[in-house]
């Protein structure tokens, strides 16, 4: 895989995970409906267009004033696929504007090295010392397993450098699992809601973007349509 190729990936993923973190943090209703980059929603229509992706890229890196209280961090597992990836994706809130702090993604199918990616990946935004007494709040992707959140979450709570964190549940068995599930509305309207803070210019990437995996170009300059 080339270095622009893996780097146009981590943005898709990058604006995916930060939908489904708009969604659980604030509890409003936004969708993501298959692919943001590079898939069509019908024959003629893009699910994010060239001149908002254009306008996005554009933005100055966000730098925040003061230390954060909250990190949201959305957790998205491998398909199981050669084609997919597990990927992790950490934002913030801030005056009004959803930073994009950063994100990592691993073709690998190894635990260790799955889990490596995560770990560091929590550790090094928790070094950084605006976020360094931050709560995480965890959102993991359940709809292929729950059996992979409640995994993840036994391993975070052993990780004491992680810190204070909470892996959120939205189980519609109200059984209390670990993850969160998502249908085909919620997944809608997380698209909807992402064109409409692109828009509105209040998604933007953090002045230390975070990544703790394999190198790659700055992905605010990679955006295609």
């Excluded at 969708?31 to 992706?53: C, F, K, P």
């Excluded at 010392?129 to 709040?137: E, G, H, K, N, R």
């Excluded at 391993?155 to 993850?179: A, N």
Aim: charged share 25%.
């Amino acid at each position: 895989m080339s270095l622009s190729s893996l780097s146009k990936k981590l943005a898709n993923k990058a604006l995916k995970l930060t939908g489904y973190c708009i969604k659980w943090s604030f509890f409003k209703l936004y969708r993501y409906a298959r692919e943001i980059l590079g898939q069509t929603v019908s024959n003629r229509e893009y699910m994010i267009d060239a001149a908002t992706l254009k306008k996005f890229k554009e933005f100055p890196l966000y730098r925040f004033p003061d230390r954060v209280h909250v990190v949201h961090i959305g957790i998205d597992p491998s398909g199981g696929s050669t084609s997919s990836d597990y990927a992790i994706c950490s934002t913030a809130r801030d005056n009004g504007q959803f930073v994009i702090i950063g994100c990592d993604i691993s073709g690998s199918f190894k635990q260790d090295d799955i889990l490596w990616m995560l770990d560091n990946h929590l550790l090094k935004i928790r070094q950084q010392p605006q976020y360094t007494d931050a709560f995480f709040m965890i959102y993991i992707e359940a709809n292929m397993s729950w059996i992979s959140a409640d995994g993840l979450k036994n391993h975070f709570g052993k990780q004491p450098q992680i810190g204070q964190h909470l892996v959120y549940s939205r189980d519609p068995k109200h059984l209390g699992r670990p993850g969160v599930w998502t249908g085909e509305s919620e997944k809608e309207l997380y698209a909807k809601g992402l064109r409409k803070m692109m828009h509105a210019g209040q998604l933007r990437y953090a002045e230390n973007f975070i990544s703790v995996g394999k190198p790659v170009l700055e992905s605010k300059h990679i955006l295609e349509a």
